[in-house]
Nanobody, 118 residues
Framework: QAQLVESGGGLVQAGGSLRLSCAVSGPTFAGYAMAWFRQTPGTERELVARIAIGDMIYYADSVKGRFTISRDYAKNTVYLQMNSLKPEDTAVYYC????????????WGQGTQVTVSS
């Protein structure tokens, strides 16, 4: 079983940047497809970006060109670099992992709050 621990959230002004990290425990990090989701109160959890087993990457249209997902196999960590942040990016961001490139995400982090002030 994997355990995911996010860090890096916080308060930033519009136009600023933050980098989220998700440390993954367990020996099979390379065998997980990873993703970042976000959620605001009263809304469904939204996929922001994902990086597949084999490193194919997908971004939601709302973040394309501003956010970058990456993974460091030596550190068992996945990152979300967020640039040109907007107030509408304010949300709790969750890291997720699944052991295949499709299907449900099996493992979730606890979430980290990102707040973008205007």
């Amino acid at each position: 079983q994997a355990q995911l621990v996010e860090s890096g959230g916080g308060l930033v002004q519009a136009g600023g940047s933050l980098r989220l990290s998700c440390a993954v425990s367990g020996p099979t990090f390379a065998g997980y497809a990873m993703a970042w989701f976000r959620q605001t109160p009263g809304t469904e959890r939204e996929l922001v970006a994902r990086i597949a087993i084999g490193d194919m990457i997908y971004y939601a249209d709302s973040v394309k060109g501003r956010f970058t997902i990456s993974r460091d196999y030596a550190k068992n960590t996945v990152y979300l670099q967020m640039n040109s942040l907007k107030p509408e990016d304010t949300a709790v961001y969750y890291c997720a992992a699944r052991s295949m490139n499709y299907g449900q995400y099996e493992y979730w982090g606890q979430g980290t709050q990102v707040t973008v002030s205007s």
